[in-house]
């Protein structure tokens, strides 16, 4: 059916009736929502449908991108199959419902309290958001104030008309190459680790934090760090330095 959504754009409305999603709504990983469901549970102004897309159900369900949906009681549709990223573009909208990755873009939940506290959070942690970025150039696109975290500290996002970070690995798995792209890197200003990162002053310290940060942000979408040996190295600094064995950050130069 999802082929069919892709090969046969005359009846893409019809079949798309057909579809099964798994989705937040639900417990099990199993494929029961339709979109008219989807639709039919919609919230009052609601205009997109959500969906996130991961390598399985668990990443999916897992994902700190769901944070603000649950909290809000949003419905996200937990998409894992390989050809999912061909069938929402081609698709595009249901019912004159856009559909609208959750990890990608700005988000469109916010209510007047919540514009006002991402304004307050820029205004006091400017500063914060700067040093991250200085930490992570080149590899980050922008750090800005998250709406969409609650509970994690940081999140990665693919730009509105960027290809997302799932058809990137897809690409790869394929042998192709995908094009380059930097993430935007949302943190969490509330959460505890980026109140104690504001905090430090040693910069070489900090920028291993940073670093750090953005690559668990990376695995928790099921990406690996680039440099996995360095990813490890960072990790067991800080775990010596908490544990009250190391008074400086180790490097492979020593």
């Known amino acids: 059916l999802k082929e069919g959504v892709i090969d046969d754009p005359d009846n893409r409305e019809r079949i798309a009736k057909l579809l099964r999603f798994a989705s937040t709504h639900q417990e099990g990983p199993e494929q029961r929502v339709s979109l008219t469901d989807y639709v ?28 603000v949906f649950r909290d809000k009681g ?17 698709l595009g909208e249901f019912e004159g419902h856009p559909l609208k990755s959750v990890a990608k873009g700005e988000l469109d939940l916010e209510d007047e309290e919540s514009r ?17 970025q200085k930490a992570l150039e080149g590899r980050v696109r922008l750090v800005r104030a998250s709406s969409r975290l609650t509970d994690s500290p940081a999140c990665l996002v693919a730009g509105e008309h960027d290809m997302g970070r799932h058809m990137e690995r897809l690409l790869r798995a394929a042998g192709q190459e995908p094009p380059p792209s930097r993430p935007i890197l949302e943190i969490n200003v509330d959460h505890p680790l980026l109140r104690r990162m504001e905090q430090e002053e040693d910069e070489t310290r900090f920028g291993e934090w940073a670093n750090v940060l953005f690559e668990t942000a990376l695995l928790a979408e099921g990406n690996l760090p680039p440099e996995p040996g360095d990813f490890v190295r960072r990790l067991n600094n800080m775990m010596l330095e908490l544990a009250g064995e190391k008074s400086r950050i180790w490097t492979p130069d020593g």
Request: a negative charge; proline letters at 3%; hydrophobic letters at 40%.
């Open 116 to 132: 006002k506290r991402i304004e307050e959070a820029v205004k006091e942690h400017g500063a914060l958001m700067e040093r991250i």
């Open 40 to 67: 039919a549970r919609m919230k009052e102004g609601q205009k997109a449908i959500y969906y996130h897309i991961a390598d399985t159900w668990q990443a999916a369900r897992s994902s700190p991108h769901l944070e």
């Open 74 to 90: 949003y419905e996200v549709l937990l998409l894992s199959d390989p050809i999912d990223e061909w069938l929402v573009t081609h």
